[in-house]
Every structure is written in structure tokens, then in C-alpha cells.
């Protein structure tokens, strides 16, 4: 998990990227499609080691991670891209269960979280990256999460719930976002950008510095080195390793 992070995040640094929406703190309850094998683990303590592991491997290149989708989109069967999934677990269990991972990576400094486009109808009505009560009163209050709150693309049907995109990324930043994703959509980012005109939030821009990414080598010095050499054979062969099939 270490070396795929590191390779990850150098081949990204060596475009000029500067941060992936990486690692996926979902558990694997065998319920979400759209999850599905992007979940590292069904149990939390195995999810946090590999995504601290994950974390480890971008940082050594000089990229800041961002974990998702909180507090955790491996309970509902419904895609929130195509839907607006409601979860109806109360809160203890998901603190007991899927935001676990979450706190331990809080704990050990990551730097960003993206909320996820679910309903947790046990905690508040409004999807996770609408909910001052999730991402103020829980993951700002109760976990002390002090870095960076991404919203989840604004495009997604389960976002449509808070009317035009311009509201939908007002609601997102009213919310406690710190910045607001509209993918693939050039239209959207327009009525986005006008709907915001002459907003400013000095706290968010701080700790958007924090994501900056740091050294990095060219795309050729990259490929000629030799740790890039090493991880991408070891990764490649991944896909005929036994270690690939354990169960979850």
C-alpha cells in the first residue's frame, strides 16, 4: 500500500498535479456497487492501516492526502452519482464502524476529507456535505479534524437536492466545505462562479495551502530512477498474486 501511494503520487507530482482524492476509507460491507473494490477491508482497523500506509507512500512524494467519502458511503446499495441513498444506521454504530477509519487518519494528520452525497437519516436530513451537523459538530468538533473539507462533484444526482449548482455551492461552503467540486460540467462551474462573486473565506484559503504539493522530479527523471523501476514491476504483478484474493 506504501509503495502504490508513493507511485501514485510521484507519477501525479511529475505532471504538475498536486494532490489526489486519495486513499477510499469505505468499508466493504459488500452492499455499495459504486464502492465496491475501491474499499480497502470490510473492518475498520485494517482500512486505517492500509490507508495510513497508503498516506505514508504519497507523503514520501510530496503529496497530501484526502480521504473519503465521510462519514463512510459503504452502507447504502444505492450509487449517490445516480441517486440520493439514505443510510439509516444510528450514530454510535458509525462511529463504531465506518467513521473509524476516518478518526484514526485524523489522528495520524490527514490533510483532506471529501463528505459523501448520503442521507444519514438518524443524524440530520441534509446529505453529509450539506450537514453543519456533520461537518461542524462532528467531524470539525467531535473528531478535531483540522485540515481541509472537500464536497463531493456537485453534479452528482444525490446533490441536486439543494436546487441549482450556484446553490449547490453555497450550501456546501454555508455547509462548513472549505472548497466546492463541480466536474465535467463547464456550465455549472459558470453559474458557480457567478453565484459566488466576491465570496472569501480566509480559514479555507490557509488551510488550502497545506495541499500544495512539494518536490517532485520531472517525468523522465521519474522513469529513469530506479525506486520507479522497482515499484512499478512489483505493482504490475499484483494482479497475479494471491494476496489480491483475500477476502474481505
Not at 473509524?100 to 444519514?120: C, Q, R, T
Amino acid at each position: 500500500a506504501e509503495q502504490a501511494g508513493w507511485l501514485l503520487a510521484a507519477e501525479l507530482r511529475a505532471i504538475g498535479v498536486d494532490f489526489s482524492f486519495t486513499p477510499v476509507l469505505d468499508l466493504a460491507h459488500g452492499v455499495s456497487g459504486v464502492i465496491g473494490d475501491r474499499a480497502y477491508h470490510s473492518r475498520p482497523e485494517v482500512v486505517a492501516t492500509l490507508a495510513y500506509a497508503t498516506m505514508h507512500g504519497m507523503l514520501r512524494a510530496g503529496m497530501q492526502a484526502v480521504g473519503k467519502h465521510f462519514p463512510g458511503h459503504g452502507g447504502v446499495a444505492e450509487d449517490s452519482h445516480l441517486a440520493s441513498p439514505v443510510d439509516h444506521r444510528e450514530l454510535d454504530v458509525l462511529l463504531k464502524e465506518d467513521i473509524a477509519p476516518f478518526a484514526k487518519m485524523i489522528a495520524n494528520d490527514l490533510s483532506g476529507i471529501m463528505p459523501a452525497h448520503v442521507i444519514y437519516d438518524k443524524v440530520d436530513n441534509r446529505p453529509a456535505g450539506y450537514s453543519k451537523i456533520w461537518l461542524q459538530d462532528i467531524l470539525r468538533a467531535r473528531l478535531h479534524f483540522q485540515g481541509v473539507i472537500f464536497s463531493d462533484d456537485l453534479s452528482m444526482e444525490a446533490a441536486g437536492i439543494a436546487g441549482g449548482y450556484g446553490s449547490r455551492a453555497q450550501q456546501a461552503l454555508e455547509a462548513g466545505c472549505d472548497m466546492a467540486l463541480v466536474c465535467n460540467h463547464p456550465e455549472a462551474v459558470a453559474q458557480v462562479v457567478d453565484q459566488l462573486q466576491g465570496y472569501s473565506n480566509p480559514t479555507s484559503q490557509l488551510r488550502l495551502t497545506r495541499m500544495h504539493g512539494k518536490h517532485g522530479l520531472s517525468y523522465d527523471e521519474l522513469k529513469s530512477s530506479y525506486e520507479w523501476k522497482q515499484v512499478s514491476s512489483m505493482i504490475a504483478g499484483l494482479d497475479q498474486s494471491p494476496w489480491m484474493e483475500l477476502d474481505v
